[in-house]
């Protein structure tokens, strides 16, 4: 980092976190004009602008499923490029730095995205206010921005914005090119509510969107970040945040192998009862209840993993017993499940 920005630089990387059309957008756009009246510079970094939507494809393969791990590694490899430039960008905030030449996010976009910190940047730069707007729906993905501030010690915050899924979908269908509701639906599934009280470094504002923010909401929320603007983190080795990190990388792997293996049953299930000429109305019932099942089996499994798990030395070992735990228990839903349907077709 140069000398005298590293001397000079104020900032907080700010995640702002909810549901698709929990109101994150308007939010950073709100923050963006209060900012510049606190003499604040302020970037907004949008994640579904600098993705590449090919990155989230779903790639089925036949040789048991590794195409859902190379669908995964590659949307990690998006988010983890993300990161990058952001803190190349800290490294030196009165250089527009392109990304490099490998970096798979939208060159163009990135550019703009700082280009307003850039412009207002002066031989006493403002302080900087770093907002990042995305889903963020696991824990592990918001800890990969905390560990960047504190590895720059900038300080820290995260917003939730609270929304029921009702009023997300709705907002997501005025849209001129709304997402699917299945997305929406999924993402709430998914989504790992921030937990301060069980993660520490979770320092969190929570604002219900489900109607218009009122000025003394947005007041309260500006107060919070210029809190988290004021107390950087610091860069000191912890090994209990190590031990946090592991334990949020083994639940994350643990339940995308026990998703793609599930995902594996089903699809044997109904392959089964096509064999058994099954008519193909009484299969889409049949895949439709079996992926309700593993909807339900999923999410209850995400709710308890996230609550706890600690990882060891002999990490590799524990997440496999537990995926195929895990696996076989849902493997005895599905057979359940399948013999109950095979039966009811057979009194027909």
């Not at 990304?99 to 207002?120: E, G, V």
Request: glycine share 4%; aromatic share 6%; hydrophobic share 35%.
């Amino acid at each position: 980092m140069d000398l005298e920005d590293a001397a000079q630089l104020r900032a907080c990387l700010c995640v702002l976190c909810g549901l698709p059309a929990a109101g994150k957008s308007t939010l950073a756009r709100q923050i963006t004009t209060l900012a510049a009246e606190q003499r604040l510079r302020c970037i907004v970094v949008p994640y579904d602008d600098l993705i590449p939507g090919d990155a989230f494809n779903v790639r089925v393969m036949e040789d048991g499923g590794h195409g859902d791990q190379q669908k995964q590694t590659q949307w990690k490899m998006h988010r983890q490029a993300m990161l990058q430039c952001i803190g190349k960008f800290l490294e030196n905030t009165r250089v527009l730095a392109d990304p490099p030449a490998s970096c798979p996010i939208n060159r163009d976009n990135w550019r703009r995205c700082i280009q307003t910190a850039l412009a207002s940047h002066t031989s006493r730069p403002d302080p900087l206010v770093v907002l990042l707007d995305d889903n963020f729906y696991y824990p592990s993905m918001r800890y990969e921005v905390y560990r960047l501030a504190k590895k720059h010690s900038l300080g820290f915050c995260q917003v939730y914005l609270h929304s029921p899924v009702e009023s997300c979908i709705s907002r997501n269908q005025r849209r001129s090119d709304p997402l699917p509701t299945e997305v929406i639906l999924e993402m709430e599934k998914r989504l790992v509510l921030p937990n301060p009280q069980k993660n520490l470094w979770e320092n969190s504002f929570v604002l219900n969107t489900t109607n218009h923010l009122t000025k003394t909401d947005i007041q309260k929320l500006m107060e919070f970040i210029s809190c988290a603007l004021n107390n950087p983190l610091s860069p000191t080795e912890d090994h209990t945040e190590q031990k946090e990190a592991d334990r949020l990388r083994c639940a994350t792997s643990v339940i995308h192998r026990v998703d793609g293996a599930c995902r594996r049953l089903v699809s044997e299930a109904v392959k089964s009862a096509r064999e058994n000429k099954v008519y193909p109305e009484s299969l889409r019932s049949l895949a439709t209840d079996l992926n309700e099942s593993k909807r339900r089996f999923l999410q209850t499994m995400r709710k308890q993993f996230f609550r706890g798990v600690a990882a060891t030395h002999e990490e590799d070992i524990h997440v496999d017993f537990v995926v195929n735990r895990a696996v076989e228990g849902f493997d005895q839903d599905k057979k359940l499940i399948l013999y109950r349907f095979l039966k009811n077709e057979c009194l027909k």
